[in-house]
């Protein structure tokens, strides 16, 4: 039987066996895989792999994994990578799905999987937040909140599976009022790469109560040099909640033309600077309802002629449209708060949408007993598609389906200023680049206060990674032109959009790069995470 297992660069044989000899010695060798195939938590398809559920095409594959399960043995794994010059690859639980899920940017890097540190540190009701390790999931969260009957909403992202710290640290996002994940966070520790302990902000006291309270310290704040890199790994978090509400209005704005756009997202982001809306609203397009409604025999014969081979043509969306009283266009955000404030807010939000022709704003309400505040677990809806209660869900699962069973994703993410013109201007292009490779352009986009994400979220089935790689490389391209570049990326990417960050010659990229040259001299955690390389790196080829 032929050995699955790849090399790093510049790695021999004997110096990997002999650093999963010395991991195995400390942590175990049933916490060791010896090559990719085996010991990562289940993916979407049911695979213990480790590497991309969804590949584009470019190996990436990782030579294998160790899982410590305390900080201590992470400072152990860091400190045997330096003696050996293995590169690791830190994931959290390697739940990233559409950007490489596990894999790593230098082929043959061993996976650090920090999914075993699953400690939920503290719970604090009164101050509304959390300090949790990498392991600890938002259904972790979200049991243990309502096994102690704690009085939090914790912000949770479309899948819940996935890692609060890991999340936080990509700058994800939820749907609650805190759900502008790396604005939430407030607190660090991290290893560093020679294997050191440091606590950021007031954690940098021994015994500061305000570790996660007050995001600053004494001095500089470090906490950023840590998002989205390889600077160090991150082994604790604080992240900030939202105080269970005493009412909660589920709120829908349907629009019927694909040109309304660009009011929708210009009133939603005005009201979320006015806030009047607290929490990021979503928007999806037909193509959503349509592929929530696969299964209904009107749709499903109007879309057989095109799922699995090309992109389901306007002139049929539009049929399906009139058929079924449909929107083009849905926005869903909610409201939270006592119940005067909350029905001022409704009351602004209809008069505000009310300018669109054709707009219809549903609004469902919930509200606690007098004096209480709501449990979501009460609300009694359907599992979410945006889980604006806290309430974690795999339900958008089901969309991996939809072009072939068990096809992949791939999330394109740029970030666009708020007006709804920029937006419209970048989606049209995008739109038809999609239905040129013969893919449906799937809108998952997110609305923030002063920007927006109109994440392009392609199905592609397992034979379509090329075309899927070229219709990336493609919208990077014309994102560029148009000014703009994306949040977050695929490991196949980010060299390439970290490229495009080059006022006065790439001064940003030196300075970090100076920071790893300083921090990680052996160029041992995640090297290419972000594009962030050593200067004289011995693992970029």
Known sequence: MNNPRVL????????????????ASRIGASNVSLDHTTGALEGPHGQHCYGDPFPLAQDHTPSGAVRPGTVEEVQFVVKVANRFRVPLWTVSRGKNLGYGGTSPVVRGSVVLDLHRMKRIIEINEEYAYVIVEPGVTFFDLYEEVKRRG??????????????ILGNALERGF???PEGEHAQMQCGMEIVLPNGELVRTGMGAMEGNNCFALFKGGLGPSVDGLFFQSNLGVVTKIGMHCTPAP????????????????VPLVGISTDLLR????????????IVCLVMEAAEDATVASKIAPFVGSCAISDKVLREIQAEKGWPWWVNLFSLYGPRVLVEAQLAAVKQAFDVIPGAV??????????????????????????????????????CLHFRERNAGHVAFAPVIPPSGREMYEWYLKAKKMNADAGFDFVADFHLFARYTIPINL??????????????LKDLTHMTVKLGYSEYRTHVSFMDEVASHHDFNGGAMAKLVSAFKDMLDPNGIISP???GIWNSNSAWKL
């Not at 006015?274 to 397009?285: H, K, Q, V």
């Open 8 to 23: 790093p660069p510049n790695v021999t044989e004997t110096a990997l066996d002999s650093f999963f000899d010395t991991i």
């Open 150 to 163: 704690v009085k939090l909403w914790p912000s949770v992202p479309s899948l819940g599976w996935g890692s």
């Open 174 to 176: 939820g749907y609650t």
């Open 246 to 261: 005493e009412t909660f209005v589920r709120c829908e704005v349907a629009v019927p033309r694909e040109e309304d756009l």
């Open 274 to 285: 006015r806030r009047i809306i607290t929490n990021s609203p979503g928007l999806s397009n």
């Open 361 to 398: 704003v549903t609004a469902r309400m919930h509200t606690g007993a007098p004096g209480k505040t709501l449990d979501a677990e009460v609300i009694g809806d359907a599992p979410e598609i945006l889980p604006q209660t806290g309430r974690p869900t795999l339900h958008s699962l089901n």
């Open 458 to 471: 392609v199905m592609f089935k397992q034979s379509e990674q090329r075309q899927m790689r070229d219709l």
């Open 528 to 530: 290419g995470k972000s």
